[in-house]
């Protein structure tokens, strides 16, 4: 390996001189690190094994692409990984290409991302869902597209504590959570203290499925919360949160999506608390487009970038949610409600 | 290989038995020919269904070749158009490379008369072991390290595979059930190490389903290419020498020998002396270690890690039944085939046809096309050789080849 690395470097330098020296074959002559050059600016994506029709990451990423191709008029190319063997070959082909943003969807592509990164100073390089600060020699070329879920989380709570509260009896909610970590808790701790500030005599109950796959677990743990008096039941679980929502369903009580719009599901998803992840690619090259993207940190998207938010409200809760909804994230915002929790006790 | 065109047959032997003398020189000729026939048909069939998405089929292959890194071979090929042949050239034989074992996994059980359909979960323990040898032991010597890992991860493939063999030397249970039994065992089995809470699951990145990196010492050395940037990996060597190695077992030993007999008949086999029931657990064994070793070679080559869904997307051991029987179950044949697999999947890969050109949903699902025709052809081979047989006969001046004689019409 030792003995290898120079012969390597020298082929990446006559490799670069080639490029530089013909121009490449596509006619783009313009450098790496230019924004304002000619041409419309180019943007890459590099999707994970999931594929471009996931109903989950991929695709809101190529739709946060689409919109910028439409509105801001960049140029895109959309690369798909049918497997691993494709990460490092795809996005080291954008870099080569000279594109001026290559985004890569998912903790999957972690590891390619930081070598591509290291082995492309002058690319820009974007990951969706991963901390900048978790990359290998956290490299100044890349920046992390995170979420605040917690205010996603919040605005849920709140709905969901005021759908409830004209109710007899005690009230109580509930969140269902895949597993114990950041992004869920994240979510959960949101929505209990929304709970709490709509309905300060709210009762609250959690559980985690251990399981991201298995509906049948989360709807287990669902009912259980509905026998013990849940109104609204949260699922942050992804595929196995349908489980929740069929729970909810089936005793007749409401239920709040996760991530995307889940409310074609049925009339017992009060709302979703949304992640994004299309906003927050169309937000990153804009950034680019504007001069304004700087590499070696993350952006945390949160409802001030509307990069969270809630869906539609189902058409048989209370009319007045959305209003009420709005007021409370105009508070958010404006930093009148601040220092949301972002841990579950 | 080829046989001139019968000519030294005897004017008159009965119609039935030159029926068959001629069909076996044309399976021998066949060898050769009808895997190219398949081949070929196949990518015309492709090129049809290119033409009808209303593209030109020639510019999609061309664009297919070249993506392949194909055009490296080519003098002429020169300056950037060079360097970029020559990356797409690697990443085209980092997969040739485990289809190379995956199909020699498959063809030295289907030498032996068993289907092995198991090629993917065997490779999967093989990957699997690779990954937790591979990560642990982090300040042993290299080259040490990765020998410990290679051989551990053959001896999990062989045993994986070795399962399916005593159950069918012993209770008669068919190989093609256990196996595919045991890949979806290696499938979720591996789903649960890798995952949130698994046993193998990353110590470092704790919130996603991935396993630990493999130490850098156990990393292959890299020969071709930028080490960083996924170049090839010395796997290939080992890849081929494995090529020899099937060769060698299969035609110069007694093991061999006795592999090859039962495979073309276990009751005359039997009769000769030779242990069935033993040879079908050697064999399997055998098999299970190419499918293991492809898994090591992938790990410690490029791969690094392990995630809870790049065990679920993996195809490996399932393209090395199209590689083997495309490459009629013969080491020379599965090298190429596996080059042509390996081809097809890099040179239909989103980043190496041009969008403009070809959409990119649209190329990959011709390379599944195209694969998929491939295997077809291949269990129609049959039909290959009867065409071949009529249009020789044709071309002999007997229109009418067999007068059937009143002797086959009686009830």
Redesign the interface.
């Known amino acids: 390996m030792r003995l290898i690395r120079p012969l390597s470097v020298v082929l990446v330098l006559v490799l670069a001189l080639a490029a530089a020296g013909c121009g490449g074959g596509g006619g783009d002559k313009k450098s790496a690190t230019s924004t304002q050059g000619v041409g419309p600016l180019r943007v890459g994506l590099v999707t994970d094994t999931g594929q471009l029709n996931d109903r989950g990451f991929n695709q809101l990423a190529y739709q946060g692409l689409l919109r910028a191709e439409k509105i801001l008029g960049v140029k895109g190319r959309v690369l798909e990984s049918p497997s691993p063997a494709d990460y490092v070959p795809n996005l080291s082909t954008l870099a080569r290409q000279g594109y001026d943003l290559v985004v890569a969807v998912g903790f999957d592509q972690a590891a390619a991302v930081a070598k591509a990164a290291a082995a492309f100073p002058n690319t820009r390089f974007a990951i969706i869902d991963v901390s900048q600060g978790d990359l290998q020699d956290k490299p100044k070329n890349v920046r992390g597209l995170v979420f605040r879920e917690q205010e996603a989380g919040y605005l849920a709570g709140y709905a969901a504590a005021l759908q409830i509260k004209s109710t007899p009896g005690p009230h109580v909610i509930s969140t269902v959570g895949g597993e114990k970590q950041p992004p869920v808790d994240r979510y959960i701790a949101g929505y209990q203290a929304g709970a709490k500030a709509a309905d300060p005599t709210i009762r609250l109950l959690n559980g985690y499925s251990q399981d991201w796959v298995d509906q049948a677990k989360c709807k287990e743990l669902a009912l259980s919360q509905i026998a013990a008096g849940s109104q609204v039941v949260f699922a942050v679980a992804g595929g196995c949160g349908l489980g929740v929502l069929d729970a909810a369903k089936e005793k007749k009580v409401w239920a709040v999506g996760v991530d995307a719009d889940q409310g074609y599901l049925g009339r017992q998803v009060l709302t979703s608390a949304l992640k994004k992840v299309d906003q927050a690619v169309f937000l990153t090259i804009q950034d680019v487009k504007d001069g304004t993207f700087v590499g070696g940190a993350d952006s945390v998207f949160g409802l001030d970038k509307d990069g969270v938010g809630l869906g539609a409200f189902s058409k048989i809760s209370k009319p007045s949610l959305p209003r009420v909804v709005a007021k409370v994230r105009r508070q958010i915002i404006s930093g009148v409600i601040k220092n949301l929790p972002t841990t579950v006790s | 290989m080829i046989e001139p065109g019968g000519n030294e047959q005897p004017e008159a032997p009965p119609a039935k038995a030159q029926l068959a003398l001629g069909l076996a020189q044309l399976q021998r000729a066949g060898g050769l020919v009808t895997p190219v026939i398949t081949t070929l048909l196949a990518f015309a069939i492709g090129g049809v269904v290119v033409l009808a998405a209303g593209h030109d089929p020639l510019a999609t292959y061309r664009a297919i070749f070249d993506g392949a890194g194909l055009n490296w071979f080519f003098p002429w090929v020169t300056?950037?158009?060079r360097?970029?042949a020559a990356?797409n050239l690697q990443?085209t034989l980092?997969?040739t490379t485990p289809l190379i074992l995956t199909g020699l996994a498959v063809a030295f059980a289907f030498r032996c008369g068993m289907f092995n359909i198991g090629g993917q979960g065997q490779y999967m323990v093989g990957a699997i072991m690779s990954v937790w040898i591979g990560s642990s032991f982090a300040g042993m010597t290299g080259w040490l390290h990765i020998l410990l890992t290679v051989v551990l991860a053959m001896l999990a493939g062989a045993a994986w595979a070795g399962i399916a063999g005593f159950l069918k030397a012993t209770t008669g249970a068919h190989e093609v059930i256990t196996t595919i039994m045991l890949n979806w065992i290696a499938y979720w089995g591996g789903s649960y190490l890798f995952g949130?809470?698994g046993p193998l699951q990353s110590d470092v990145?704790?919130?996603?389903p991935?396993s630990s990196?493999v130490a850098d010492g156990a990393?292959l050395?890299?020969?071709w290419?930028?080490?960083?940037?996924?170049?090839l990996h010395v796997g290939l060597f080992i890849a081929v020498a494995a090529l020899v190695v099937f060769w060698v077992i299969l035609s110069r030993t007694t093991l061999g020998y006795q592999v090859r007999a039962v495979g073309y008949n276990p009751e005359a086999a039997r009769y000769g002396g030779i242990s069935v029931a033993r040879n079908y657990v050697v064999a399997m064994a055998i098999s299970g270690t190419f499918a293991g070793l492809a898994g090591a070679l992938d790990i410690l080559g490029?791969?690094?890690?392990l995630?809870v869904?790049?065990v679920q997307?993996?195809?490996v051991g399932f393209i090395g039944i199209a590689v083997a029987l495309l490459g009629r179950n013969t080491a020379v044949g599965t090298f190429f085939a596996a080059l042509l697999f390996g081809a097809l999947y890099t040179g239909t890969?989103?980043?190496s046809l041009d969008?403009s050109v070809f959409r990119?949903?649209l190329a990959?699902s011709l390379a599944q096309i195209i694969q998929g025709l491939v295997v077809l052809f291949v269990g129609a081979d049959v039909l290959v050789l009867y065409v071949w047989n009529v249009r020789r006969k044709l071309r002999r001046g007997r229109v009418t080849p067999a007068p059937r004689p009143a002797t086959g019409a009686g009830p």
């Open positions: 300056g950037a158009d360097a970029n990356l990443q980092i997969i949130l809470g990145r704790k919130f996603v991935i990196d990393k050395p890299v020969f290419g930028d080490p960083q940037l996924q170049g490029w791969q690094f890690r995630s869904g790049a997307v993996s195809q890969s989103t980043r969008p990119p949903d990959g």
